[in-house]
């Protein structure tokens, strides 16, 4: 048992050597039980029995940072809609299906583990989500006496879409449920750092559309298998600003990737 004991340790010192770091700690938990934390390594030593001994390690890190780690692959569509003031009460209606995409990434991805088992985490770090909305009928988006209005457009044109794209903040938790099987839920706050209409053919764009949500802030949840899963986000604030549009609300889900 000693030997077992000794190459644990031994192990959580070579780990540390080439983790450049030197943190080696013990501490008492329970009235029989050490813990042997060396290099982001625990070793649960104590004594169930009169003979009886009993070795728990963790190797899941305290904390991680990562860069570009995950990615969003769904669609998207606007729900929630109240066209008060407006004689057409349907222009927002988007396509069904893939048509109306939505494309994330997880830039940057920080987690910092909140109990000895590494079960419960911090995650925080910086997305980027892209929302295509492809309407149903023929009319692109205008801004006129500080308002967003329809603009009917030609029968000809066979795709009219509105395109943003928000950078946001996530804060929230994840759960290590089982085996692979990971449930993250968070909140979320962001800023619009593109927008623009897009019909064709032949093609015609316009960017920097007024009267959009320069914010946008809502909730999301992700449940993972091992590299891959689902995803699930609601936006809690309106896609354009109070007076000047619409009310609509962004929801999106689809599958998530682990990259």
Request: charged share 20%; with cysteine; glycine share 10%.
């Amino acid at each position: 048992m000693k030997k077992i004991l000794f190459t644990l340790i031994a192990l959580g010192i070579f780990q540390c050597s080439f983790a450049q770091t030197d943190s080696i700690e013990f501490r008492r938990s329970g009235n029989d039980d050490y813990i042997i934390s060396i290099g982001g390594y625990d070793i649960l030593m104590g004594q169930e029995g009169p003979k009886q001994k009993k070795f728990k390690m963790s190797c899941k890190p305290k904390s991680s940072l990562d860069m570009f780690s995950g990615m969003e692959m769904g669609w998207c569509n606007l729900v929630g809609t109240d066209y008060a003031g407006y004689a057409q009460q349907d222009f927002l209606d988007c396509k069904n299906g893939l048509r109306s995409f939505h494309f994330g990434v997880d830039i940057v991805k920080a987690t910092v583990a909140l109990n000895q088992s590494r079960s419960l985490y911090f995650v925080t770090g910086v997305q980027m989500n892209n929302e295509n909305y492809s309407f149903t009928n023929h009319v692109t988006l205008g801004y006129e006496n500080g308002k967003i209005i329809p603009i009917p457009i030609s029968s000809d044109y066979k795709k009219s879409k509105l395109v943003t794209t928000y950078f946001a903040v996530p804060l929230g938790f994840k759960w290590d449920l089982f085996r692979e099987t990971s449930l993250t839920a968070y909140g979320f706050g962001g800023v619009l750092m593109e927008s623009y209409t897009k019909y064709k053919k032949p093609k015609h764009k316009d960017h920097g559309i007024d009267g959009l949500n320069p914010f946008q802030y809502g909730v999301g949840a992700t449940l993972s298998f091992d590299d891959y899963g689902i995803f699930a986000k609601y936006s809690t604030s309106p896609l354009f600003e109070s007076g000047k549009g619409p009310k609509a609300y962004s929801f999106s889900t689809g599958i998530y990737f682990n990259l």
